[in-house]
């Protein structure tokens, strides 16, 4: 089992930056690649970012050059930057794990809300 508790979410004004963190805990040996995605009021939940054990990332075109995920392997912690943040990244942000065994783990989200 893994546990992610995500933290970082509030509110935040157009054009400003904002850091997202998920930390995991429990069989965290087992987990391969890790990631974010989001819901926005009224939508299904979209993929936004992700992060393999080696570091190779992948985006949603929606959020490439904008966003930045990584990983502090040490801390046991992810973590998504957001720069350039629209109205439309308003959303719940939830992060993700993916172990050996083929079982997604889900954190409890986190909101961020971006005023314009």
């Known amino acids: 089992q893994v546990q992610l508790v995500e933290s970082g979410g509030g509110l935040v004004q157009a054009g400003g930056s904002r850091r997202v963190a998920c930390a995991a805990s429990g069989s965290i040996f087992s987990i391969t690649m890790m990631g974010w995605y989001r819901r926005a009021p009224g939508k299904q939940r979209d993929f936004v970012a992700a992060?393999?054990?080696?570091?190779?990332?992948n985006y949603a075109t929606s959020v490439r050059g904008r966003f930045t995920i990584s990983r502090d392997n040490a801390k046991n912690t992810m973590y998504l930057q957001m720069n350039s943040l629209k109205p439309e990244d308003t959303a719940v942000y939830y992060c993700y794990a993916d172990s050996r065994v083929l079982a997604r783990y889900w954190g409890q989200g986190t909101q961020v809300t971006v005023s314009s």
């Open positions: 992060i393999t054990s080696g570091g190779v990332t």
